[in-house]
């Protein structure tokens, strides 16, 4: 008999437990083409030196690019040429300057920062 209630019991347990589970979560779909994911081409750690400088100081527009096959920038040169992982756009203007660099991707899409840099006297 106490074989039996402890049977019982530990089926009533089994039961309350598998009662209590929640499904499994999911499968999250793969992204489409053109979603934002970790795949997608991006900018991050984008810097301005400044954004206020005298005639003749240089300026330095820095950045890193995710999941970019190619980079331009202008006016100035790339410190590294180009270096997707980090680079820096250098330049020292007369004038006040708009700065813009570009990224493209594999599949020919195009991300751009711009930076506004004015020159005083």
Same mark, same amino acid.
């Given at each position: 008999m106490m074989a039996e209630v402890k049977y019982t019991f530990l089926l009533a347990l089994l039961f309350a437990a598998s009662c209590n589970r929640q499904p499994p979560p999911e499968p999250k779909p793969a992204a489409a083409e053109g979603d934002v994911d970790a795949g997608a +081409?991006?900018?991050?750690d984008?810097? +301005?030196n400044t954004d206020n400088v005298k005639k003749g100081q240089q300026i330095s527009f820095c950045f890193k690019a995710k999941n970019a096959v190619m980079v331009r920038g202008f006016p100035g040169?790339?410190?590294k040429n180009g270096a997707l992982d980090g680079d820096c756009l250098v330049?020292?203007?007369d004038v006040d300057t708009l700065y813009n660099i570009e990224v493209t991707g594999s599949d020919g899409s195009k991300r751009s920062q711009k930076a506004f840099v004015k020159v005083r006297p």
């Open positions: +081409l991006d900018f991050y984008v810097s +301005l040169k790339f410190f330049h020292t203007p």
